[in-house]
């Protein structure tokens, strides 16, 4: 579980990668964006190759967890602070 993050990045960084060259892509750069930003990387790719109603869903969801870990580290660091 520790590298549940990691795997997830590698899984998506393959996907891209290999149905970029399928629409015309530059396939190795999807694979970089994969893999250094995932869900949010994946999410534009489906929008730009008309997969639009999936990618705009991992997009907002991505974006909401996203909002909601940086929420929990501020209210974390508040915590912290008022001790």
């Known amino acids: ?3 549940s993050g990691l795997i ?5 960084t393959i996907f891209l990668a290999m149905d970029a060259s399928k629409h015309n892509k530059r396939p190795v750069l ?3 964006l994969g893999f ?4 949010i990387a994946l999410g534009i790719y489906l929008i730009q190759t008309n997969r639009k109603v999936l ?10 967890g996203y909002l909601a870990f ?7 660091a508040l915590f912290v602070t008022a001790m």
């Not at 997830?8 to 998506?12: L, W």
């Not at 990618?55 to 909401?64: E, K, Q």
Request: charged share 5%.
């Open 1 to 3: 579980m520790e590298y």
């Open 8 to 12: 997830i990045n590698i899984i998506i």
């Open 30 to 32: 999807w694979g970089i």
């Open 36 to 39: 250094l930003f995932g869900p």
């Open 55 to 64: 990618g705009w869903i991992i997009t907002i969801v991505a974006g909401i």
């Open 70 to 76: 940086i929420a929990l580290v501020v209210l974390a």
